[in-house]
């Protein structure tokens, strides 16, 4: 328990802060939620266990698959990958299959946009399709020019477009409608990656507007924890059409149809242990709640931008100047200005209590935002005050009061140890350092307390490129 709590203290985890990162919803994991994974009668199941012995786990599959089904306007699901990423070759999978089915085999070029999430060119690539990319305009949406050039030039190959809705730069696509259309027109399938489904649950749904299929990230939407690496929960989902192509498994027929791939998991349910999360979250919300959720997802996301506008400009908006679920931070030319970097930037956020954003994706030099709708007015406050305090301290380098290199954007985080030694060499204070501006009156921490990053600035570039193994040589344990 001890080492526990010494683990728990030395985390910035969600319990603590909010976890801003875009792209990837850290949303809240309501203790209701989880407690049922820890029974036994879910945990000690095993995946194997015969169709007699696991009927109430059976009957809780079959209920969360027509939740979702009937939540994205879809007609089947597959709850067998337990990863986004292993959902995306699944759905990949199944269009080539329906392609090979219609002897239109040659069919293997996938259009992806620049704008994508990276693990969409590489499911291609496994599902042995070619990648072509597609360019985006300057509000981020698909280029519909080049899109259409594209679709002429491979018109006769052309299997798949790939596209994330809302995109990955923050808005909507306006024009979606006529992205499927195009694609229909020449023969191909479209996969709208649904890594951002938050930002449609109970307004929109993908199977209505031209989709065909999907993957849904349980480990994000629907509050199934992801840090750590694992576990998620990846399904794919489709139209009929695509239905017979879903994961099948050997060792159990129930799992798929008979006609499909083979399995993307050893399991035939993935991660079934875990599902019971997002059964009890779609069962407590309700229709009207997850509506309502998605809702405050984008408004929180729009409160944000439309706060830190004046001091960060947004990127990417949309013809209304409302972004989507996310807003993307440009610090390019505050860099070019000061030399502070979005590293910088990340790091300060540290000695203000809270977890970065996602740095430098999909653009480098930029911070994208994700509040989520988990989070109250409070924090989104308290974020928005520690942005507009870095933001002076960034002001600070550039009139000359510190050096990018000697200034305590530079030198964060800052660690107790680092505060309480006799050496400092800094031209700020070390209140300035461990309490920053509106710190020390409770304008920015409220009620939770100071927390102490344990490490401090790391070279993260190297530690990429030179591996170390942590592990005792084997001689200790002669």
């Known amino acids: 328990m001890r080492y526990l709590r010494m683990l728990a203290d030395r985390d910035l985890a969600l319990d603590r802060t909010m976890i801003p990162l875009g792209s990837c919803t850290m949303k809240l994991n309501a203790v209701t939620e989880m407690e049922s994974i820890t029974w036994p009668e879910f945990s000690s199941l095993h995946p194997f266990a015969p169709v007699d012995q696991s009927l109430g786990s059976r009957k809780l599959i079959d209920q969360l698959s027509q939740w979702l089904i009937s939540i994205t306007g879809y007609d089947a699901v597959s709850l067998q990958p337990n990863a986004g990423s292993q959902g995306e070759f699944s759905g990949l999978l199944a269009i080539r299959s329906y392609h090979d089915s219609r002897n239109d085999s040659h069919r293997r070029v996938c259009l992806i946009p620049s704008s994508a999430h ?251 935002v994700e509040p989520t709708e988990s989070e109250d007015i409070v924090e989104l406050d308290r974020f928005i005050a520690a942005m507009i305090a870095i933001y002076r301290e960034i002001q600070a380098v550039g009139d000359g009061t510190y050096t990018s290199e000697n200034s305590p954007l530079r030198n964060a985080p800052h660690t107790s140890e680092k505060m309480t030694s006799m050496a400092w060499e800094h031209p700020y204070t070390r209140e300035v350092a461990a309490f920053p501006q509106g710190l020390a009156l409770g304008e920015i921490i409220g009620r939770r307390g100071k927390y102490w990053p344990t490490v401090g600035r790391i070279d993260g570039a190297y530690g990429d490129r030179h591996l170390i193994c942590a592990c005792p040589p084997l001689e200790e344990y002669l």
């Open 118 to 368: 990276g693990t969409n060119a590489a499911s291609a690539v496994m599902a042995g399709m070619r990648v072509v990319v597609v360019a985006t305009d300057d509000r981020g949406n698909v280029s519909l020019d080049d899109l259409r050039a594209k679709i002429a030039e491979h018109s006769s190959e052309l299997a798949a477009l790939m596209i994330t809705y809302p995109s990955t730069h923050g808005v909507f696509e306006t024009a979606i409608g006529d992205i499927c259309a195009a694609v229909h027109d020449a023969g191909g399938q479209v996969y709208v990656d649904g890594a951002n489904l938050n930002a449609l649950v109970g307004l929109a749904q993908p199977g209505k507007f031209g989709a065909d299929v999907s993957h849904l990230n349980l480990h994000k939407t629907f509050c199934i924890p992801h840090g750590g690496g694992g576990p998620g929960v990846g399904p794919v989902i489709c139209r009929s059409h695509l239905a017979p192509f879903l994961p099948n498994h050997p060792m159990d027929p129930t799992a798929g149809p008979v006609t499909g791939p083979g399995p993307v998991s050893a399991a035939p349910f993935g991660s079934a242990s875990i599902l019971p999360i997002s059964w009890a979250y779609i069962r407590l919300m309700g229709g009207s709640g997850l509506t309502h959720a998605t809702q405050v997802a984008i408004l929180s996301a729009n409160y944000i931008a439309r706060k830190l506008g004046e001091y960060y400009p947004v990127l990417y908006s949309g013809a209304t100047g409302l972004v989507a679920h996310e807003c993307i931070l440009d610090l390019r030319e505050i860099t070019r200005e000061t030399g502070v970097t979005v590293d910088d930037v990340a790091k300060r956020l540290m000695d203000y209590g809270f977890h970065a954003p996602t740095m430098s994706f999909p653009v480098a030099g930029t911070l994208m």
